[in-house]
């Protein structure tokens, strides 16, 4: 009996699957085993970057790729050692403030580290793809004494150099009103400056534009300013005017820059005219005129033919301006724009200007020595011995300057009213010159005593200056009309 096997045998693996089975899983191990290696190699690199600057880092300008914050802070520090601070000024060359001159240090404040901690280690691929830019506060130390007197010693804070802002304003120039434009100048707000270099100083600036950072001081009115240039358009209106008088060898002009402080000015600044005041102010410049000019009612001081110095008051001779007819006339010309030169208007003129107005054609009739003398253009052409008022103290010549103004021959002469109605006296003569309203030069054949010396004493006229027949009509044949008279004891 054949005994069989009963129990079932099971399918044999085939040769692909059983070389499967045999082959070791390498490729996953060498994997892994990579993967550990980088990443151990990048926190490395990442421990290296936590002490160090990443690649591509540029900090105040200077690249610390790989620095440390100690290599960092000693490039700043070496840095340091050639600071200076140039400062940019109007009108003026730049200047330079060195750090040596000041003590100027670095001082380590963290700064630098605290980059260094900001910048997150494990970033440090980046820094091969680009730069970065930062900046630290370069922290430094110097003596602020002697910086003060580094920024004192600057040319641009000496006070020659210091020249005031001037307004935009208006100036009456070239027959016209124009605006001169604002000067800023070169004057400094000293106490800003001072600081504006201080702090530069303290943040390590190098460069400092002493104009663009506003440290001077400025005007406040500019050359477009809108009130300026309504006021512009009220000058030419209203004060556009110029009036030169012609006083002998003296000029004086009345133009826009008087004119326009005549003028009234708004609360809002412009310019108005105002009838009253303007005419106020014009009467005050001609009476201010008046007095500087007028001659009469004032004092002569001259030298008489026999060498003695007289001071000889006139009263009714000489320059006089007509004071409202010359403001009539300074209105319509100041209205009408007008640029003239003339005269002033005068209602009295004596003969020329200068110290004392006589001119070189005069008589001098010198009370004392009982004498006269005729002056025609600078030379003498006549003398005579005369016979003045009796010094009685009412007929007496009186003294002072006066000037021609009667001719005539022949004459009668008359005393004053008495109470009848008749005359004082009536006499006639053959030569009238009148030189004070009634008192004048004649002949006077009636002195038969002769003239001159002391007969006036006993003799004397009513006070007129009594001539010999034949000297009175010498006079009278060559004196000219309006020729002063002065008349001293």
């Known amino acids: 009996m054949v005994l069989k096997n009963t129990k079932r045998r099971g399918r044999r693996p085939s040769l692909a699957e059983q070389h499967k089975k045999k082959i070791p899983k390498l490729p996953l191990i060498v994997g892994g085993v990579a993967v550990l290696a980088l990443a151990g190699a990048y926190g490395l690199v990442s421990a290296y970057y936590n002490e160090h600057f990443f690649r591509g880092t540029v900090i105040n300008g200077m690249d610390v790729s790989g620095e440390t914050v100690a290599e960092v802070e000693s490039q700043i520090a070496s840095q340091m050692q050639h600071y200076s601070l140039t400062v940019y000024a109007r009108e003026q060359t730049e200047q330079t403030i060195s750090g040596s001159a000041i003590n100027y240090q670095y001082q380590s404040d963290g700064a630098v580290q605290k980059l260094l901690e900001d910048q997150k280690s494990w970033q440090w691929i980046g820094g091969f793809f680009g730069t970065r830019e930062l900046e630290a506060d370069a922290n430094a130390s110097y003596d602020a004494k002697l910086l003060a007197e580094q920024i004192q010693g600057l040319a641009c804070m000496k006070a020659e150099n210091q020249r005031m802002p001037v307004d ?211 030379a003498l052409v006549f003398d005579s011995d005369f016979i003045s008022g009796k010094p009685d103290g009412e007929h007496n010549t009186h003294p002072g300057i006066f000037d021609i103004h009667k001719m005539e021959s022949p004459s009668v002469l008359q005393g004053t009213m008495k109470s009848d109605g008749m005359p004082e006296y009536t006499t006639s003569v053959e030569y009238w010159i009148d030189f004070d309203g009634g008192i004048g030069f004649h002949d006077a054949p009636w002195q038969t005593h002769g003239f001159g010396g002391s007969l006036y004493e006993q003799f004397g006229s009513h006070g007129c200056i009594n001539l010999p027949p034949e000297k009175a009509a010498e006079l009278y044949s060559i004196v000219r009309w309006e020729d002063p008279v002065v008349v001293f004891n």
């Not at 800023?184 to 950072?213: P, Y």
């Not at 003028?263 to 600044?269: C, E």
């Not at 001071?311 to 009408?336: F, H, N, P, R, S």
């Open 168 to 378: 935009a304003h208006i100036e009456f120039a070239d027959n016209g009103f124009v605006i001169i434009p604002e000067d800023e100048g070169t004057a400094l707000d000293s106490i800003q400056t001072q600081q504006m270099l201080e702090e530069a100083v303290r943040f390590g600036k190098t460069k400092v534009d002493l104009d663009e950072n506003g440290a001077y001081l400025t005007t406040s009115v500019k050359q477009d300013d809108p009130t300026l240039n309504a006021n512009l358009t009220a000058y030419q209106a209203y004060a556009n005017a110029s009036i030169t008088y012609d006083i002998g060898d003296e000029r004086e002009t009345l133009d826009g820059m008087t004119i326009k402080n005549w003028l009234t000015v708004n609360a809002d600044g412009t310019i108005v005219k105002n009838a009253d005041t303007f005419h106020a102010q014009l009467a005050a410049y001609v009476q201010e005129l008046a007095s500087r000019y007028d001659t009469i009612d004032t004092d002569r001081v001259l030298t008489s033919t026999n060498g003695e110095r007289k001071v000889v008051y006139a009263y009714e001779y000489g320059w006089q301006i007509d004071q409202e007819a010359e403001i009539q006339k300074l209105q319509q010309e100041i209205a009408g724009n007008i640029f003239i030169e003339r005269e002033p208007v005068y209602c009295m003129t004596a003969h020329s200007h200068g110290e004392n107005d006589l001119g070189d054609s005069y008589i001098e009739v010198d009370l004392g020595m009982q004498h006269m003398y005729y002056y025609m253009d600078g």
